[in-house]
């Protein structure tokens, strides 16, 4: 127990190393490809905070983008996007817009598509299990 103050400091600078991070970063390098279609990564996962509760949420992330002018960004990219945007107190719907601000500043796609499945601690812990659904 002596250690435990330490130990949950190092976690929490871990879980929020985020909030020093700017996701628009990854989209700084692109490509340029005779593509116009969609480009679709599913399943991304990620853990966050509650900004509410403090306890985690966690999920998925799926993110969908019609590029403008062939403009593109590798695909990793995206996942380091919902990465670091995670990485810090946070609620669910501003994980998903911050993520398409950021492509849509940085790639000027025809659009983009985010969407975030997760499960809240905050409701599952404290037993409202009528909310376990994928929200």
Not at 8 to 30: C, H, I, N, S
């Amino acid at each position: 127990m002596l250690d435990t103050p330490k130990r949950v400091a190092k976690m929490y600078a871990e879980v929020f190393e985020g909030l020093d991070k700017d996701p628009r970063q990854y989209f700084e390098t692109v490509f340029h490809e005779n593509h116009d279609e969609v480009v679709l990564v599913k399943d991304i996962p990620f853990h966050s905070m509650c900004e509410h509760h403090l306890v985690p949420f966690f999920g998925h992330a799926h993110i969908a983008y019609i590029p403008r002018n062939g403009v593109v960004a590798g695909l990793s990219k995206l996942a380091r996007a919902v990465e670091t945007t995670a990485k810090r107190p946070q609620l669910q719907e501003r994980i998903t817009s911050t993520v398409a601000n950021a492509m849509m500043e940085m790639l000027n796609p025809i659009g983009v598509y985010v969407i975030i499945e997760a499960e809240h601690m905050c409701m599952t812990m404290r037993g409202i299990k009528s909310l376990e659904l994928k929200l």
